[in-house]
Structures are given as C-alpha cells and as structure tokens.
Nanobody, 120 residues
Framework: VQLQASGGGLVQAGGSLRLSCISS????????RGWFRQAPGKEREFVAA???????YYADSPEGRFTISRDNAKDTVYLQMNSLKPEDTAVYYC???????????????WGQGTQVTVSS
C-alpha cells in the first residue's frame, strides 16, 4: 500500500498548482485523505482533508485559496492551489486514514512529499 504525491514545482506568487496523490495496492475509496505541509524549520501542519463521503475540511491559512477533491475511480486525491504566496512554500504530503482528521499524528499511511516553491 503506497501513496505517491506529484505536481509540485516552482511557481511565481499569484500562480497555481494542482497536486495529485495516487494510491496503489488497495482501493482507498473508504479512506479519508489529507494534505499536510512542512516548511523548513517548522512543524508539519494540516492543510486540507476530505472524507470518504466527500466532506471537506480546511486549515485557516489557505483562506479559501485551496480546494481538495477526490476521484475514487482513480484512487486519487487532488489539491488545487490558487493565488499562491511565498509562505505556501513547503513540502506537501498526502496521507490516508480511516475517518477524517486534522491531526497528522492520526494518519498511518503517508506519501513521500512533493516540493512546492513560490517565488516572490
């Protein structure tokens, strides 16, 4: 069972990126999925989560700029990030667990992370 995140890169402030996280090895339609990020020197923080039923949850900091979605037929979760700011620069991780949560400690399945760098 693995999660693989992709879609990160270098973008100018105000730009957009869409991160993808595909799972392999087992169907994940009944798992909640979350996105977290970790900037240099900072702790990993919650960004967004989506339940198996499609309910969405966001941290305050994206301020409506990010949208999480999922395609269960493709075992893929997405994070659309718009109006990116330099403070969004971080490694973004996807994770999965049974039951949605904002707590990174409660997720037991993690992807490898994808770097997002926003230049000013």
């Amino acid at each position: 069972v693995q999660l693989q995140a992709s879609g990160g890169g270098l973008v100018q402030a105000g730009g957009s990126l869409r991160l993808s996280c595909i799972s392999s090895g087992r169907a994940f339609s009944y798992y909640a999925r979350g996105w977290f990020r970790q900037a240099p020197g900072k702790e990993r923080e919650f960004v967004a989560a989506i339940s198996s039923g499609g309910s969405t949850y966001y941290a305050d900091s994206p301020e409506g700029r990010f949208t999480i979605s999922r395609d269960n037929a493709k075992d893929t979760v997405y994070l659309q990030m718009n109006s990116l700011k330099p403070e969004d620069t971080a490694v973004y991780y996807c994770a999965a667990r049974l039951g949605v949560s904002r707590s990174s400690d409660s997720y037991n399945i993690w992807g490898q992370g994808t770097q997002v760098t926003v230049s000013s």
